[in-house]
């Protein structure tokens, strides 16, 4: 069992829903931003939950944390965003204990991203380990367990062509653009939004457009003049973004806000225009699709996208999950360590005061007796039981369980269950 160091009976819960049963309109009524993050750390932690990790991408919500039943990170994820309990029934999972820890594997690794073998998860993995640092809701559990996650990434990256070829949605969008649209690169291209999702697609747009007419448009001017910056593009104020759209062949729609800032007001279409909306939750308007030149194409349209390279990918799968369970193992062999460590050390603490209780009655005994060398003696043999003691707790993981609770029986080892 994976439990807690604050609370007793505390369980790892990996709770959340994903692209594969929640569609984009239901995923963003459980995104959570920032401030909506630090919220929910803080209120998890004076509900007495020990260790917590949020990621919120476009693709997915998930909490992973100790608690004494699932609702309570469901409670929690429902009074910080705009989804119900209700609607998580529908479409969530809840993991527990093995199965939780197999699901973060499988998540950071890639093999349950929308676009097989996306390793932008695990950045998003590492920033939410840090987030809930700062905040002072990590453990040294969660902190092993997330490493070893890391390193089979890495590992697969490396060790298998599980990545090759297209990756991510950004790629995925200007993948859709190169194969819809014909002379793409003497096309106007306006990008709405220069987050994460928005730089990666812009550094795709230019390197396989080969176009010079794109415009950056970000509601915080300086964020979009530092993406354009590094590649030399224009950048223009919020307030032109209706007169940019009318110039426009391709609008890519990269904003993070909670409803649309692209709606059918907005738009007076007398060309072709083609807009790419790659918001979580959705940030144009769905009637928008009605306008007579408009082609609207949302993140979940892209992500439908099956060709070959991912067909290709897919034969790597094996490969990857065998990574996955070395890493995995090794990670389980440590828990039980650490599982039995409070024992172990325990036993050792009684051991040496059974000895220096021995020594100091002998002492008064007999003459001439040499305290240095029956220390030594005694040390020596202390430390060969416990080594015993620990071999058996390694090799025994079937009966670990049985062997702790019959050494704390035996050396009255009281300290330790509580």
């Not at 950048?235 to 649309?260: F, M, S, W, Y």
Request: proline share 1%; net charge negative; glycine share 4%.
């Amino acid at each position: 069992m994976l439990n807690g160091h604050t609370l007793k009976h505390t369980t790892f819960y990996a709770i959340g829903l994903s692209y594969q049963k929640a569609d984009a309109e239901i995923r963003g009524h459980f995104s959570l931003d920032e401030e909506q993050k630090k919220a929910l750390i803080q209120d998890a932690k004076k509900e007495g939950i020990t260790g917590i990790l949020i990621t919120s991408t476009c693709n997915r919500t998930e909490i992973y944390g100790f608690a004494q039943h699932p609702f309570q990170l469901i409670k929690l994820l429902c009074q910080h965003t705009r989804g119900t309990v209700e609607e998580f029934e529908k479409v969530a999972y809840v993991y527990k204990s093995q199965e939780a820890i197999a699901h973060i594997f499988k998540v950071g690794t890639g093999l349950d991203s929308q676009i097989l073998g996306d390793f932008e998860i695990i950045s998003q993995l590492k920033y939410a380990f840090a987030l809930s640092k700062n905040l002072g809701m990590t453990t040294p559990l969660l902190e092993r367990l997330l490493n070893s996650v890391i390193q089979a990434s890495k590992r697969i990256k490396n060790e298998t062509e599980i990545s090759s070829g297209a990756t991510s949605v950004s790629f995925a969008s200007v993948q859709y653009i190169l194969n819809e649209v014909e002379n793409v690169s003497e096309k106007n291209i306006l990008l709405f939004g220069t987050g994460k999702i928005g730089r990666n697609t812009c550094e795709n747009l230019i390197k396989h457009t080969k176009n010079e007419h794109i415009t950056l448009i970000n509601r915080t001017k300086d964020k979009a003049e530092k993406v354009a910056g590094k590649f030399n593009l224009i950048v223009k104020d919020h307030a032109e973004l209706q007169a940019e759209i009318r110039n426009t062949d391709i609008l890519i729609v990269a904003t993070g806000a909670q409803n649309p800032t692209v709606s059918k007001e907005l738009l007076y279409c007398k060309k072709e225009l083609l807009i790419l909306d790659l918001s979580i939750p959705k940030n144009v308007a769905a009637d928008v699709a009605e306008l007579e030149n408009v082609t609207l194409v949302h993140l979940d349209d892209l992500s439908k996208m099956t060709d070959q390279t991912l067909e290709n990918r897919k034969k790597h799968i094996p490969q990857a999950e065998e990574i996955i369970e070395e890493v995995k193992a090794d990670f389980n062999a440590w828990l039980e360590t650490r599982k039995f460590a409070p024992t172990i050390q325990a036993l050792k603490q009684k051991l040496g005061e059974m000895k220096d209780a021995e020594l100091d009655f002998q002492s008064k005994k007999i003459n001439d007796f040499n305290n240095e060398h029956a220390e030594i003696v005694s040390n020596r043999i202390i430390q060969k039981i416990m080594n015993q003691f620990a071999s058996h707790l390694k090799n025994g993981s079937n009966s670990t369980d049985e062997s702790l609770e019959l050494i704390q029986k035996v050396f009255q080892l009281d300290e330790v269950s509580k």
